[in-house]
């Protein structure tokens, strides 16, 4: 069965500094992997999506990698500010048309 | 284009009613759609799936009479919390994938349901 793990829970930083936040899973086949932001009390807002076959993603100030073979993936924010206050979801899924297998996420904190 | 919409984005109701909670793809033929619970400082966790025109596979551990699901069109399902009772307070959210395209799914905006 798979598990998806996030590491860490949570996670304070001051205003400016880049930050790592950490996503395992337990089985490598995977079809892709996708990082969400859910503000408190609000859905989901997709951030990344990295096919298995893909290394990295980037959109703006977000990078996430993927390593499948070792069931890891990582999600850089670069220059954090505190509209990035959230908590980021990590999930895969097996294959097209299944459903997704979330993480429990990373609270994030940035302070000004 | 591939909007999801949730209603009602909250409701509160008296233990042993029953709350109906609508999943709707706007500007798309959703194929298969997926409701999620999570309870607070948890993870979203699969209830069912639905594919419209057919019965809803539930996860294990959900009990399929007490959580209906309808997929009666190909943008519309509905998830019916029969005789709701306080730990069934929870933030549903559905997904749904278009049938070009069932790499990726669309969420809604979640629905807010608290018993009393």
């Known amino acids: 069965k798979q598990e998806v793990t996030q590491i860490p829970a949570a996670l304070s930083v001051p205003e400016g500094e880049n930050l790592v936040l950490n996503c395992s899973f337990t089985d490598s086949a995977i079809y892709n992997l996708q990082w969400f932001r859910q503000d408190p009390g609000k859905g989901l807002t997709s951030l990344l999506l990295i096919q298995s076959s893909q290394r990295e993603q980037t959109s703006g100030r977000l990078n996430a990698s993927l390593d499948k073979s070792s069931g890891r993936s990582t999600l850089y924010i670069a220059a954090s500010q505190p509209g990035d206050s959230a908590t980021y979801l990590c999930?895969?899924?097996?294959?097209?048309?299944?459903?997704?297998?979330f993480g429990k996420g990373t609270t994030l904190s940035v302070s000004s | 284009g591939a909007v999801v919409s949730q209603h009602p984005s909250w409701v509160i109701c008296k233990s042993g009613t029953s709350v109906k909670i609508e999943c709707r793809s706007l500007?798309?033929?959703?194929?298969?759609m997926f409701w999620y619970r999570q309870f607070p400082k948890q993870s979203l966790m699969l209830m069912a799936t639905?594919?419209?025109?057919?019965?809803?596979?539930?996860e294990q551990g959900v009990e399929k009479d007490k959580f209906l699901i309808n997929h009666a069109s190909l943008t519309l399902s509905t998830l019916t919390v029969t005789s709701a009772h306080p730990e069934d307070s929870s933030f549903y959210i559905c997904s749904a994938t278009q049938r070009q395209r069932t790499d990726t799914q669309y969420f809604g905006p979640g629905t807010r349901l608290t018993v009393l």
């Open positions: 999930a895969v899924i097996r294959q097209a048309g299944t459903a997704l297998i």
């Open positions: 639905s594919n419209e025109g057919s019965k809803a596979t539930y």
């Open positions: 500007d798309f033929q959703a194929t298969t």
